[in-house]
């Protein structure tokens, strides 16, 4: 949020503050999708926190869809470290939701493709290490 926009709303802007440090560590998964909208620092740190809470527990099929949908947006940003953050954790979700990934898989592949093709190579990596997550979590080759 730009300093023109607290001026005009100064109690949304304090409301909406930014998760850091220790606040990071409790922010839900939850949360951390609804800062995926926000400025590149918002972005940056509600990667970290997916990251975590991917790692830290089983994901429901609801919490799942909405990552899926995090994530596809995620990987239409310009900053590579957005982009690159997603990646991580979509592997790890797909990794570890394995054959309850399934039907979600067409809604990444997409994006994955056109993620191919980006200028940066860290990109270009962790996109083939996703989509060979997805393939191994499937079992089809014929994706």
Do not use: Y
Not at 70 to 81: E, S, V
Not at 97 to 117: D, I
């Amino acid at each position: 949020l730009g300093w023109a926009t607290w001026l005009v709303h100064p109690k949304e802007t304090s409301e909406m503050a930014e998760f850091t440090g220790e606040d990071q560590d409790q922010m839900s998964l939850a949360d951390a999708m609804e800062l995926v909208n926000g400025d590149t620092r918002q972005r940056l740190s509600a990667i970290q926190t997916l990251q975590k809470q991917v790692e830290a527990k089983d994901l429901s099929r609801d919490e799942l869809n909405a990552l899926t949908d995090a994530i596809g947006t995620l990987l239409q940003d310009r900053n590579f470290k957005v982009c690159v953050g997603a990646l991580k954790v979509a592997t790890t979700a797909i990794t570890k939701a394995g054959e309850h990934f399934k039907p979600l898989a067409p809604l990444l592949m997409s994006s994955l493709v056109e993620r191919l093709g980006d200028g940066k190579a860290a990109v270009r990596t962790s996109t083939l290490e996703t989509i060979f997550a997805i393939l191994h979590a499937v079992n089809s080759p014929n994706l």
